[in-house]
C-alpha cells in the first residue's frame, strides 16, 4: 500500500531554534498533506492543510509564522517550527490521502522535544 | 473545526469481553473513518464507512455508520490483548480533510 516517510522520528533542539519535519509519499503523489499535532494521551489535532504549488491553510488558532509549512513537490511537505519554544513540544504527524482510495495514509510521527 | 465525540474515554476489560465504542457528533460527514494507532506511531486506517446505516465487519470489528452520516460505532467482539491501542474516529470534511474524534484508548488485561 502507499506509504508516507516521515522524519526526523524524533528531535531535540533548545529554545529559539528552528527545526523542519519532512514528509515524502514515496509511492504515489501527494497534492495535498495534512499536518496534525498530538499532545500525550490526546487525539490528532488538524494545524493545517498543505497544497503542492501554493499556500498552505491554516485552521483557526494555528500560527502561520510559527509553523511554516512547504509543498514545493508532488511528493515532499516540510513543516518547520520557527523559534521553538518549550509548549512547542509534541508529537506532530503528517497524512495524505490515498489515490483511489478512500482512506489516509499516515507518516509515523515526530516527537519533538524543545528544551 | 468539526467536533466529534467519542466514549468512552478509557476502557480497560478483560481478554474475551466484547466492547463498543461510540463516535458521536452534530455534524454531517461525508464518509467516517476509523483507525488505531500505537503508541509513538501514525494511525493506522481500519475502515472508511460512506453510506448511512451501512455496517462493515472487519474479523472480530463490526462498525456501522449512522442513518444520518452524523455518528458511528465499533463493536470488538471477544477482545484479545492485541486489540489494546487508541481508537480513533475521523470525519472527513468538506476540504478532504479529516477531523479526528477524542479518541478512546483501550486495555485489554490477559
Known amino acids: 500500500g502507499a506509504v508516507v516517510s516521515q522524519h526526523p522520528s524524533r528531535v531535540i533542539c533548545k529554545s529559539g531554534t528552528s527545526v523542519k519535519i519532512e514528509c515524502r509519499s514515496l509511492?504515489?503523489?501527494?497534492?495535498?498533506m495534512f499536518w496534525y499535532r498530538q499532545f500525550p494521551k490526546k487525539s490528532l489535532m488538524l494545524m493545517a492543510t498543505s497544497n503542492e504549488g501554493s499556500k498552505a491553510t491554516y485552521e483557526q488558532g494555528v500560527e502561520k509564522d510559527k509553523f511554516l509549512i512547504n509543498h514545493a513537490s508532488l511528493t515532499l511537505s516540510t513543516l518547520t517550527v520557527t523559534s521553538a519554544h518549550p509548549e512547542d513540544s509534541s508529537f506532530y504527524i503528517c497524512?495524505?490521502?490515498?489515490?483511489?482510495?478512500?482512506?489516509?495514509?499516515f507518516g509515523s510521527g515526530t516527537r519533538l522535544t524543545v528544551v | 473545526t468539526q467536533l466529534l465525540e467519542q466514549s468512552p474515554q478509557f476502557l480497560s476489560i478483560q481478554e474475551g469481553e466484547n466492547l463498543t465504542v461510540y463516535c458521536n457528533s452534530s455534524s454531517v460527514f461525508s464518509s467516517l473513518q476509523w483507525y488505531r494507532q500505537e503508541p509513538g506511531e501514525g494511525p493506522v486506517l481500519l475502515v472508511t464507512?460512506?453510506?448511512?446505516?451501512e455496517v462493515k465487519k472487519l474479523k472480530r470489528l463490526t462498525f456501522q455508520f449512522g442513518d444520518a452520516r452524523k455518528d458511528s460505532s465499533l463493536h470488538i467482539t471477544a477482545a484479545q490483548p492485541g486489540d489494546t491501542g487508541l481508537y480513533l474516529c475521523?470525519?472527513?470534511?468538506?476540504?478532504?480533510?479529516?477531523?479526528f474524534g477524542t479518541g478512546t484508548r483501550l486495555t485489554v488485561i490477559p
Open positions: 509511492d504515489f503523489q501527494a497534492t495535498t
Open positions: 497524512s495524505a490521502p490515498e489515490v483511489g482510495v478512500l482512506g489516509y495514509t
Open positions: 464507512v460512506v453510506t448511512g446505516g
Open positions: 475521523a470525519g472527513k470534511g468538506g476540504a478532504n480533510n479529516l477531523f
